[in-house]
T-cell receptor
């Protein structure tokens, strides 16, 4: 069963706009990771945030984590057509198992 | 470094046939995984390995077997393929350290079972 659930399932925006996607999970975690998947390709790791961190940045990506609400958000600023992809959150259980559980993903389309 | 590679890229099987999917990584990672990805279902873990000679069941192990005789290779076997096993299969590896914890994925194998 999926631990993380992304919201929305699909998001369509114009180039230059910001894209925000959310992930909710059910049980305590060690860390939460976001991955990106281009059509027909394998997933690529974007960013990892640990349970004791609240915010992390990487280039145009900003990830927040609220362990009290068991939720995370991924913000992509100034989106580009090349950001079109599916985005998945993955949670690693408390204790650090290295066996992350993936959500169903958010499909992002950025129109040029 | 080639990273994570998967063989074959595409395969069509008839119900009841068997096949083996090969995953190889050249990064000396301890952890390796097999996932299947179906529309609307995200990634589901089939089996995983925490080191050479070890394997463990994931969320959806039925109908699959695995082996990790060498650290760099992780094989996924289907003994008697069923149409329900039509899917895209991804292999991944992970260094498995607290400082460096991310999954590296292969390009996938698209399997159709008729």
């Amino acid at each position: 069963s999926q631990q993380g659930e992304e919201d929305p399932q699909a998001l369509s925006i114009q180039e230059g706009e910001n894209a925000t996607m959310n992930c909710s999970y059910k049980t305590s975690i060690n860390n939460l990771q976001w991955y990106r998947q281009n059509s027909g390709r394998g997933l690529v790791h974007l960013i990892l945030i640990r349970s004791n961190e609240r915010e992390k940045h990487s280039g145009r990506l900003r990830v927040t984590l609220d362990t009290s609400k068991k939720s995370s958000s991924l913000l992509i600023t100034a989106s580009r057509a090349a950001d079109t992809a599916s985005y998945f959150c993955a949670t690693d259980a408390a204790g650090g198992s290295y066996i992350p559980t993936f959500g169903r993903g958010t499909s992002l389309i950025v129109h040029p | 470094n080639a990273g994570v590679t998967q063989t074959p890229k595409f395969r069509v099987l008839k119900t009841g046939q068997s096949m083996t999917l090969l995953c190889a990584q050249d990064m000396n990672h301890e952890y390796m995984y097999w996932y299947r990805q179906d529309p609307g279902m995200g990634l589901r873990l089939i089996h995983y390995s925490v080191g050479e000679g070890t394997t463990a069941k994931g969320e959806v192990p039925d109908g699959y077997n695995v082996s990790r005789l060498k650290k760099q290779n992780f094989l996924l076997g289907l003994e008697s393929a069923a149409p329900s096993q039509t899917s895209v299969y991804f292999c991944a590896s992970n260094p498995g350290t607290s400082e460096y914890n991310e999954q590296f994925f292969g390009p996938g194998t698209r399997l159709t079972v008729l």
